[in-house]
């Protein structure tokens, strides 16, 4: 796998570009591999990476049923924070910031990881008090976090309103320095790329329609390719994690949700930061290209269309002028939506299943993007040992059961809610 | 096109409110029309307007009854084996609107299709204004009441006023 | 918007109904005592990908609990009917302990 | 440069009795009511109007259409600037302030075309490859140039002056296109009885049309069926509407432009949410680009544009003409051009064009090249010549235009927003809309056939389809003929190979074959991996002429068919949409309604400082209690404690309970006990979720054996309704309770404090309000000024208090009299932060406590569900988890360090423990204590190391603080609550 760097740009723009190599290769499917990754996404090609980089485990295949970075990466806002309140979820996105920090270098691949810094604004004094005790925890756990008092935020972020006619006053923030956001799609072309240097095979167009069974072990899975056999077998399809999981049997609560995403026309630097709203369910930023991109709340009901509604499109252009006015007149190009698969406490599901042989990895909500170093890494530890490991221990499919659940927002067992 | 051909007036809204358990509607209903004295709207959206009353339906069991300024409080004795009532009559305002712009300036308020043989005077539409639940009358060719919440009565007032 | 047709109030935006999730988890009788079914009525989903049978509520309107069937793939509606009528048809007789 | 020296002194559809003034960068021009901003400019003979988005190549006019990704202007100054507007569909106005954009320091003369010499190293995904080294933090270095050069303009900060409008409309029938296909669809639908809505983004109906000659049959055709069309009074005509989107149900966003002839009274935009029972597209189709080396020099426009300019507006972009293409259409725009007095050659691909059009093309002395096609422009700021290959070897041929023409690529966007993908048709080359169901239609050049005959007919068909699906079914007289001759379209489906220098596949993205073949040797196949690795397609055009050809080119690459290489998903909007026009006037203040107590405008004008709960507005503290909030809660509370207190409750949320089986309802979903509450008594209640968490809490009061008056807390009102009727509806059916929300119908207000009863004796001299007639959690009902009165002895604060509840339009009457009653005894009003320092000495729980993870043990309550069973909650809560001795239980805390506070929001640690981690829980409301004289607050704190009297660090790294607290009971005043029973 040649190198990328400044002067292989040079080196090739005197040959006319002819000489750059496929990122990854076109694998087919071989009759079997140790471990299979179902889901081409950017958790899958982590797990397939981290399984060689850390594990040495390289005969992997990542089957995709479409083509890589379809799905959920391709699809989201590219936000990366680590500002989680629960034990368990803190010290787990710290973790995935930290391998984000270092993630286009180990990668050699640029996915722009521009950490601009995110701020969540506050419009009462209650609020503050909430954030504050976020910030709190962050801090005693050695991550980095600013309370900003309404001065403050003018300071930082003067296009805000803070005009007198602001249905919800600005009080002060909760931020950041070290969140921002990243170039999705180069997250999955780069891990593919790595996956595929340590002899990983990529296979895409390659649908999983069942699994393959010695007793009640699974040994392989049916695909549109044919069968491919596994010893071990690792799920990461996100919101497609119930209809996966009903071919093996897997008794899940995970509902599938849509979350729109937009994007507005290309514009010179205007957003510096992640701006989110606390007031109602809004958040943008500003890609290199220029376009901000944004998101709100869910659509609210079951859904696999991975397109929303206008009601939706509405509240959220409501919120976006209620938070930063100048945006009223900027034209939004696009909006799209991803397949959110949510549990009833918003927390993901990173665990061995009690069927012998499968590994799920699923539940991600809103949070999959910026958990997807952390996440190909531990699961591949999980996949790789059979124990989770430490980081994820929280995450069992068994927590339900016992009520050690993670509710982050204290929104209770109803997935649209959450 | 000028400032719209329109007038916006609030005033308070009594009503009784009266509903029958599932199993006894039927029975319910009759002895009400009796005390009453007409027969009551049989759908929900629909009204019926009798001796300065107008009764309207909310609900498959419930109903409204809303007395016309300054008409006799009916005497209204509920079986409570058949059903129960309780008095609304003070949480809510009525908008009257009128004007040959009404169906524009109404557009840009409520979901409700001022053509559609639902929303016909005499006609009642449950729907909502800005996410709050109003309740919409047709009372004529280039008229209609809104029936809103009271907590919320400025809000959206000030929200039709800024429609002109 | 999805349109969900209001067995008693008519054609409507779905913004001006509540969600209510999953409507073929059969709730468990009020004095059920065992953990399981309770366990499986409010985690347990099946989430398909096709035909799901869902609660709204017509908050804005007639304030009924409604039972619609409606395909998760493209948000086609087959059916909307009264919870009402149709929990009548099937009163949540309480399981035996499992 | 004399103005209009390009417009023809006759014909096109513009009015020449009203010349409009408008200035482009900074020149002052003049075109006519009619034209467009791009076609005043071309009258007005400037060619260069923009620089591309990555090399800053010069650009022109490339269509007269919303799919324009070359000629973006900057609109307005000040509040009103508007980046990224397309030329070709800004309608021209009196006065307009226009500018080009993403140039410095001029159009003429820009520094950043020094990109286009840097191209070999910005090829696609350069950047991906690169910007790694030499510190992790390298990026955010290179990443500010980038985002400098990135985006096309600048938006404004300051709020935007315009006002916009959301409008609901209805419909039987909506037709999308005001063309000939969507025109004849009214008329037939109208014609049936529907109601119709035609819309058109064009300030002209006509669509095609409006590209024949204004003196044409089409355009008799045109003046008559528009004429029809407005003497129904069923149908709706909407110009100067973009339908951006359709949603489920057949819900359509469209989008009004203000009309600038008559700007007054109407919105900037008003966005038309339209509820349609049958659709029928009539969108039309766009122009086929052709490849070819330098195809991007300002002066290439594709035919059907040249035609419209021509015909429409006037305007003969040029002179010396090439019009290069593969089918027949393209050759009308030669005969008009000619006819107007060009010189055109046209360049055709076919070896044997049909021999009707060579005729026609000699009568004009158009010169035919067959078999031939360009391969190169020449030319800075215009293209000046062309590289033909023919028969007979290659040539150059000097020229001021080239019109290109490829065929059509029906526009299918709209029909694939629900997701139902477009299907390939090799016999036109193109895509067509999917299977459509039964509610849409489909008609015109949009389903792939593109004579004007078929599309009237088949529009008039679909017309009549789509108003029988609504029931309207009345015979419709068979449309009037119009034929254009025209014939068979061969469309070219792959991209040939070009010269050596750039061909642009998609213009605003810079995006050339040279970058696809990149992404094609680099392993990113897919189209959607092309799109995002080549950002082909991502421009505010969307890639409307540049998605076939990328498909094209691609598909070649891979030797597969179009159809396998696959099609980009259509996403909405259409075309850009204002966020303004997307939120309407729910801006400001009206972003939400706001909820007021029937005493706000009392509060207002006696100094309270207001303070949003929710929708609601609600006294926060008053101004006269002290100069800030901490000032003014203390001396608030004190007089509380002391005197008594009055505070606007009014929000609480209010359910009416009827019912004989409502006992029974209660019962089951409160965790404490109902059933046996006496008549006139009230009992505070607990909800807990089905997974055994605490919901909410309120108090409940028995006013009859079957009826209950219930209080939820103001933020949970409207969810624990709906819970309530959903367990009713869903779970319940056979019990006969009525739920009715009764929030607004009181007003609600609690006195409180030592002096409390007196004032209520001194308020209502009639009332026994003794503590026999009136003891804790008593109810007293009766009448004041004829309204319904009721008193309930229930305290939030720990001192004797009463809730008197009266018929809301009493409230501010009643209110200001118990004032007047209570001065002798020193009532004064207390606000939100006062009431909420009451009940923390008081060891009440709130929303701090209660945040969703919290169950009935956690909070102290246990003993409120004991043994009962049957009740909501009941079994999940006795989950493992919730009874592990580490479980955060609530405890009060008592600040032992002289001078220091307690904050909310600290994390507990054991002396001595290291503050690292999530500690042993943490602090969740705190209150200066007059009481004690220092600061008390409620905590969870982990049960095994939650013993009264222990010693526990409270720490707040926000602050760098650390303060040493003893554990308490979280009941600081008053434990036996002898001030409630007096």
């Not at chain 4, 307690?902 to 290291?914: C, D, M, S, W």
Request: glycine residues 10%; aromatic residues 8%.
């Amino acid at each position: 796998m040649a190198r990328y760097s400044a002067f292989s740009i040079f080196r090739n723009a005197l040959s006319g570009q002819k000489n750059w190599q496929r990122a990854w290769r076109a694998a087919e499917p071989k009759p079997s591999y140790d471990v299979i990754v179902i889901g081409g996404g950017g958790h899958g090609l982590a797990t397939a990476f981290y399984l060689a980089e850390n594990h040495g485990i390289r005969n992997v295949a990542v089957l995709e049923k479409g083509y890589i970075g379809g799905g959920n990466v391709g699809r989201n806002t590219t936000v990366i924070r680590s500002n989680y309140l629960l034990d368990g979820n803190t010290q787990f996105y710290e973790f995935s910031m930290k391998l984000w920090e270092g993630m286009s270098r180990a990668l050699n691949f640029n996915v722009m990881f521009s950490q601009r810094g995110q701020l969540v604004t506050a419009h009462s004094a209650d609020q503050l008090d909430g954030f504050s005790h976020r910030a709190n925890i962050m801090r005693l756990n050695g991550i980095d976090a600013d309370i900003l008092d309404r001065e403050d935020v003018r300071h930082l972020v003067p296009y805000l309103d803070f005009s007198d006619t602001a249905r919800f006053p600005i009080h002060g923030a909760i931020f950041q320095g070290r969140a921002g956001t990243a170039r999705h799609d180069a997250v999955a072309w780069g891990y593919a790329r790595a996956a595929d240097g340590h002899g990983v095979d990529i296979i895409q167009n390659c649908e999983v329609t069942d699994f393959l069974r010695d007793g009640d072990r699974i040994v392989g899975v049916e695909t549109t390719k044919g069968r491919i056999g596994a010893g071990k077998v690792g799920l990461a399809v996100a919101g497609h994690t119930s209809v996966l999981g009903a071919k093996a049997g897997l008794e899940l609560p995970i509902e599938s949700h849509v979350l729109q995403a937009f994007v507005t026309e290309p514009l010179k630097p205007l957003v510096d930061q992640v701006v989110a709203y606390g007031a109602d369910h809004f958040y943008v930023s500003q890609s290199d290209k220029g376009g901000l991109v944004f998101g709100g709340n869910l659509d609210g009901y079951n859904s696999y269309a991975q397109r929303g509604n206008l009601g939706v499109v509405r509240e959220v252009a409501e919120a976006a002028i209620a938070l930063m006015p100048c945006i009223s007149r900027v034209r939004l190009l696009r909006h799209w939506g991803g397949v959110m698969d949510m549990t009833p406490d918003a927390s993901p599901i990173i665990c061995p299943t009690p069927i012998e042989g499968l590994y799920l990895n699923g539940g991600w909500c809103y949070g999959g993007f910026k958990a997807t170093p952390a996440s190909g890494w531990c699961f591949a530890h999980t996949i790789a040992t059979g124990k989770p490991h430490p980081l994820i221990a929280a995450y069992g499919l068994d927590r339900f059961r016992t009520g050690h659940t993670l509710d982050e927002a204290g929104a209770g067992p109803s997935a649209w809610l959450q | 096109m000028a400032s719209p051909d329109f007038s916006l007036s609030v005033a308070d809204y009594p009503l009784i409110q009266v509903e029958a358990w599932d199993r006894t509607l039927g029975q319910f209903e009759s002895s009400l029309s009796a005390s009453l004295g007409t027969n009551l709207p049989g759908s929900v959206g629909e009204t019926v307007h009798h001796k300065g009353l107008l009764v309207i339906r909310v609900a498959p069991r419930r109903l409204w009854l809303a007395l016309d300024d300054g008409a006799q409080a009916p005497a209204l004795a509920v079986d409570p084996d058949l059903g129960c009532s309780v008095s609304l009559d003070e949480g809510r305002m009525r908008f009257r609107m009128i004007g040959a712009d009404i169906a524009r300036v109404l557009s840009k308020c409520i979901a409700v299709d001022w053509r559609a043989p639902a929303a016909a005077p005499g006609r009642a539409v449950l729907t909502s204004l800005h996410h709050v639940p109003v309740l919409f009358l047709r009372t004529g060719e280039t008229a209609c009441e809104l029936i809103v919440p009271r907590s919320f009565s400025r809000s959206l007032s000030d929200w039709i006023a800024g429609l002109n | 918007m999805l349109r969900i047709e209001c067995p008693c109030c008519g054609l409507r935006d779905h913004d001006e109904f509540r969600y209510g999730g999953d409507a073929s988890v059969a709730r468990p009788a009020h004095d059920d005592p065992d953990p399981e079914a309770w366990y499986r009525y409010v985690y347990i989903r099946t989430n398909p990908a096709g035909l799901h049978r869902e609660f709204w509520q017509h908050v804005t309107g007639c304030r009924q609990w409604l039972v619609v069937e409606r395909d998760t793939r493209n948000h086609a509606i087959a059916s909307v009917d009264l919870a009402r009528k149709s929990s009548a048809r099937k009163s949540p007789a309480r399981n035996p302990p499992a | 440069m004399s103005s209009n020296h390009k417009r023809l002194s006759m014909g096109g559809r513009i009015d020449r009795e009203q010349p409009l003034e408008f200035i482009f960068d900074g020149r002052k021009l003049a075109g006519y009511r009619g034209d467009t901003l791009a076609s005043a400019l071309l009258a007005n003979g400037i060619i260069l109007v923009g620089r591309s988005f990555k090399y800053h190549r010069p650009r022109g006019i490339f269509s007269a259409g919303p799919e324009e990704p070359n000629a973006l202007v900057t609109l307005g100054i000040a509040g009103r600037r508007q980046p990224n507007l397309p030329a070709t569909t800004l309608e021209l106005a009196d006065g307009m302030v226009v500018e080009s954009q993403n140039r410095w320091p001029s159009l003429a003369f820009d520094v950043q075309s020094v990109n286009g010499l840097l191209a070999p190293f910005l090829s696609a995904g350069f950047y991906y490859k690169t910007f790694m080294g030499p510190t992790r933090r390298a990026w955010m270095f290179y990443e500010h140039f980038i985002r400098k050069a990135a985006g096309l303009g600048r938006a404004g900060t300051d709020p935007d002056p315009d006002g916009y409008d959301v409008r609901h409309a209805f419909a039987d029938v909506a037709i999308i296109g005001g063309g000939p296909a969507g025109l004849s669809a009214a008329r037939a639908a109208a014609a049936a009885g529907a109601q119709v809505a035609l819309i058109e983004q064009d300030f002209l109906l006509g669509g095609q049309l409006l590209a024949e000659p204004s003196d044409s049959a089409a355009a008799a055709w045109l003046r008559q069926a528009e004429a029809e069309l407005e003497s129904f009074e069923t149908v709706t005509l909407m110009k100067r509407t973009t339908a951006f989107g359709t949603y489920d149900g057949n819900v359509i966003g469209l989008v009004e432009q203000r009309d600038p002839t008559n700007p007054a009274g109407e919105a900037r935009q008003t966005l038309t949410i339209l509820r349609a029972r049958s659709i029928v597209f009539a969108t039309g189709a766009i122009d086929r680009p052709m490849v070819f080396s330098n195809n991007d020099r300002p002066g290439v426009m594709l035919a059907s544009a040249a035609r419209t300019y021509l015909n429409r507006f006037a305007v003969l972009p040029g002179k010396k003409i090439i019009v290069a293409t593969c089918n027949d259409g393209a050759w009308r725009a030669a005969f008009d051009l000619a006819d107007a007095g060009a010189e055109v050659t046209v360049a055709d691909l076919r070896a044997a064009p049909p021999a009707a059009l060579a005729a026609e093309a000699a009568r004009l002395g158009v010169v035919v090249r067959a078999a031939t096609r360009i391969v190169d422009l020449r030319g800075g700021h215009a293209v000046s010549h062309a590289t033909l290959i023919g028969p007979d070897g290659q040539s150059e041929t000097a020229c001021d235009l080239v019109c290109v023409s490829g065929g059509w690529s029906p526009t299918v966007h709209l029909t694939s927003h629900l997701g139902v993908k477009p299907q390939y048709r090799d016999d036109i080359g193109g895509f067509v809309p999917g299977a459509f169901p039964a509610d849409r239609f489909g008609a015109g050049s949009m389903m792939g056939t593109y004579s004007t005959t078929d599309a009237i007919e088949n529009g008039h068909r679909a017309g009549t389809e789509a108003a029988s699906f609504c029931g309207k079914s009345a015979p419709a007289p068979t449309p009037t003929k119009l034929d254009l001759g025209e014939t068979a379209a061969a469309p070219l489906r792959e991209v040939l190979s070009a010269g050596r220098g750039k061909a642009f596949v998609d213009f605003q993205m810079d995006v050339t074959t040279g970058d696809i073949e990149l992404a094609h040797r680099e392993g990113y196949e897919s189209v959607e991996h092309l799109k995002r690795y080549t950002t082909l397609g991502m421009g505010t055009d969307q890639g409307k002429t540049s998605n076939f050809p990328a498909l094209a080119a691609m598909a070649t690459l891979r030797n597969a068919t179009i159809p396998e290489t696959g099609a980009t998903t259509f996403r909405p909007p259409y075309t850009p949409v204002a966020i303004g026009a997307l939120a309407g006037r729910a801006i400001g203040h009206h972003f939400k309604p706001i909820r007021r107590t029937p005493m706000h405008d009392w509060h207002r004008a006696n100094g309270a400082e207001m303070l949003e709960v929710g929708l609601w507005m609600r006294p926060y503290f008053y101004r006269q209690s002290g100069r800030d909030v901490n000032e003014a809660y203390v001396a608030e509370m004190q007089n509380v404690r002391q005197a008594a207190g009055l505070m606007d409750i009014s929000t609480l949320g209010k359910i009416d309970v009827q019912g004989p089986d409502a006992a029974i309802f209660l019962d089951r979903v409160y965790a404490n006990g109902f059933a046996k509450l006496p008549v006139g008594r009230a009992r505070y209640g607990v909800m807990l979720r089905d997974d055994g968490i605490v919901f909410d809490d309120g108090t409940t009061t028995r006013l009859a054996e079957n009826r209950f008056f219930m209080t939820t807390s103001t933020a949970k009102a409207a969810d624990v309704l709906s819970r309530l009727e959903f367990l009713l509806d869903t779970a319940w059916p056979d019990l006969r309770v009525a739920l009715t929300s009764v929030s607004d119908e009181w007003a609600a207000m609690s006195v409180a404090g030592p002096k409390s009863r007196a004032i209520l004796a001194a308020m209502f001299p009639a009332l026994d309000v003794s503590d026999d007639a009136l003891p804790h959690m008593g109810l007293l009902e009766s009448e004041w000024e004829g309204r319904a009165l009721r008193i309930l002895r229930l305290s939030y604060s720990g001192e004797r208090a009463y809730e008197i509840y009266v018929g809301a339009t009493a409230g501010e009457q009643l209110w200001s009299r118990l004032l007047e009653a209570g001065r002798p005894f020193d009532l004064k009003p207390y606000g939100v932060e006062a009431l909420g320092a009451l009940r923390v000495e008081k060891g009440h729980v709130a929303g701090a406590e209660i945040d969703g993870r919290t169950t009935l043990d956690d909070l102290g309550l246990g003993r409120m569900a004991g043994k009962r069973t049957g009740f909501v909650g009941e079994v999940l809560r006795r989950r493992p988890a919730f009874q592990a001795p580490d479980r955060q239980r609530l405890v009060g805390l008592e600040c032992i360090e002289e001078g220091k506070r307690l904050r909310g929001g600290a994390i507990l640690f054991l002396p001595g423990e290291k503050p690292y981690g999530h500690g042993r829980g943490r602090v969740t409301s705190v209150t200066f204590s007059p009481e004690r004289g220092h600061y008390v607050g409620l905590a969870l704190l982990a049960g095994d190391v939650a013993t009264e009297g222990s010693e526990i660090v409270a720490v707040y790294p926000m602050k760098a603080e650390t303060v040493r607290a003893r554990v308490v009971s979280p009941v600081f005043l008053d434990p036996q609550g002898e001030r409630l029973h007096g």
